[in-house]
């Protein structure tokens, strides 16, 4: 009787061994998504940041011809932009009619010779650089309809835009419905 005990004793162990050895494990990939996230948490649904994220995700799954509605989210403290591959720099009289700033708005490094689509961190400057923003690469430039000579959407207050988008050869536009 004593050899059967001592067969079960083993089988506890493992069982106890193996349950902490998953808790750890799922403790460690738990905190290492918070760490590859970084601050992320403040960008989920119902910010401007999942806006931009489906925005950009619409945009980049379109084929020529295609027109596709979609939102945008505003707020004081982030503008979206659009940048021209072979613009480096959106000066500020060019776009006065649609949002007045203190000084123009540089295209971010990661975005050089690309067109892309923006978030940017504003307030008393906009920095498209900052670690707040993020850009997309898109295949093509984008035009907003009605609007300045570059696409840029801000507004103080939280505000939510409904988009009407399409693709065409030569580049998207976006229609603020």
Same mark, same amino acid.
């Given at each position: 009787m004593n050899k059967k005990g001592d067969e079960s004793t083993p089988v506890v162990v493992m069982t106890a061994f193996r349950f902490i050895v998953g808790a750890l494990i799922a403790i460690v990939l738990?905190?290492? %998504?918070f760490t590859l996230t970084g601050?992320?948490?403040k960008k989920d649904e119902g910010t401007s940041y999942f806006y931009f994220t489906i925005l950009a995700k619409d945009l980049t799954q379109m084929s020529v011809g295609d027109v596709? @509605?979609? #939102?945008?989210l505003s707020n004081k403290d982030v503008i979206l %932009? #659009?940048?021209d591959k072979d613009k480096d720099v959106i000066r500020k009289d060019e776009i006065s009619k649609c949002v007045v700033l203190s000084e123009d $708005?540089? &295209?971010p490094v990661l975005c050089r010779d690309k067109n892309c689509l923006c978030i940017c961190k504003s307030g008393s400057t %906009? @920095?498209?650089?900052? &670690?707040e923003s993020?850009? %997309?690469e898109l295949p093509l430039k984008v035009n907003l309809l009605n609007s300045c000579s570059n696409f840029i959407l801000y507004d103080q207050a939280e505000k939510r835009y409904d988009l009407e988008l399409k693709k065409d050869k030569d580049a998207?536009? $976006?229609n603020i419905k």
């Open positions: 738990v905190s290492l %998504v601050d992320q948490g596709k @509605n979609s #939102a945008f %932009v #659009a940048f $708005i540089k &295209k %906009v @920095n498209c650089d900052s &670690k993020s850009c %997309v998207f536009t $976006i």
